[in-house]
């Protein structure tokens, strides 16, 4: 017969073979088999991946903190040739999750939303720390929330700006597109918070007042994106289709649709190496490379430095500015791909 589980606190427990339960607030989490391998290449377990989560703690619930948010789950690990079930196939080794699964704890608390589609459903809105442990006991290495809180799911409060760089393009690349990000905003009197994506890409955060829509937020996005089209036309496009775009970095404002969504900050990417998306300082964004940042670093970091956006929710912009910009260069709402 197999040994009991036993309960722990975080930072006492070690990993045995059977379920333990970890407190996490006020709540006991149970966590499976925490000796299983999530990223073998780097010796971490699936309670390793759980300890991640619980040190970086106050960040990762501050990004999602009641926002309907998707699951990225991936229960047997990373691996090499694990792939990700899709639509069409509906097979694969990880899947992402849109409802709340069945079997979740009374204490989930979720979200109700509408899909472009029009079909409706019940999504995760992380209320407290146990629930991103629960999550993470389930496979969940990325977190999807959306711009949305759960009090008003048709109005975003954040504006979010995705610097994607084309295939070959570096990290180091893109770095002076966000700082010409940050410039412009600043020059609208606005506060952008910057992160890595855990790849090469960056992202922008702006709180906003939650007046506008998933619409008037794309456009706003766009407009964005054109001036920035028009300061470093060697290294911006807005160029939709991606076989016609013939700069480094694209700015998806695509990213601003309904049911779109980003990687939250503190997510772990599904690679080998465990590479986390970081929020970051401005000043350190020079010297910053992806590969800075996983899921063995972080947690000191975090330790040392707190979280760099933890002031993103204290100033909420009003979007009248870029949308103005949006009216005289004649910008209609882009279409959803």
């Known amino acids: 017969m197999p040994a009991r589980g036993r309960s722990t606190s975080y930072g006492v427990g070690v990993a045995t073979t059977a379920a333990e339960e970890i407190r996490v607030g006020e709540r006991l989490v149970r966590v499976s088999s925490p000796d299983k391998p999530y990223f073998p290449e780097r010796g971490l377990t699936k309670l390793d ?7 970086v703690g106050d960040g990762i619930l501050r990004a999602l903190r009641d926002r309907p948010t998707m699951l990225e789950r991936w229960p047997r690990g990373v691996f090499e040739g694990a792939k990700v079930a899709t639509r069409q196939t509906n097979k694969g080794d990880a899947f992402y999750q849109k409802r709340l699964p069945a079997g979740a704890p009374d204490w989930v608390r979720t979200a109700h939303i509408t899909f472009p589609s029009g079909r409706t459903a019940d999504e995760v809105a992380p209320s407290e720390l146990a629930v991103v442990i629960w999550a993470a006991n389930l496979g969940t290495l990325r977190f999807h929330p959306w711009p949305v809180s759960k009090a008003d799911v048709e109005r975003p409060d954040q504006l979010r700006i ?41 992202h922008v955060y702006l709180s906003i007042e939650p007046r506008w829509s998933f619409g008037e937020c794309r456009r706003a996005v766009l407009a964005l994106g054109r001036e920035m089209q028009r300061r470093l036309p060697d290294l911006v496009t807005t160029t939709w289709w991606r076989d016609q775009r013939d700069r480094p970095v694209f700015v998806d404002y695509n990213q601003m649709a309904r049911d779109h969504t980003m990687t939250s900050a503190y997510s772990i990417r599904p690679t080998p190496r465990a590479l986390v998306s970081a929020p970051l300082d401005w000043a350190e964004l020079d010297d910053a490379r992806p590969e800075d940042f996983d899921v063995v670093s972080m947690p000191a970091r975090f330790a040392e430095r707190g979280d760099p956006h933890a002031g993103l929710d204290g100033r909420r912009h009003s979007l009248a500015p870029l949308l103005e910009l949006a009216d005289r260069e004649g910008l209609e709402s882009p279409p959803e791909r």
């Open 49 to 55: 991946v759980v300890r991640y989560f619980l040190a």
């Open 162 to 202: 995705d610097l994607d760089p084309m295939p070959g393009v570096d990290f180091a690349q893109v770095v002076p597109v966000a700082h010409e990000v940050r410039a412009f905003l600043a020059e609208l009197g606005m506060e952008g918070f910057p992160k890595t994506t855990g790849g090469r890409g960056i």
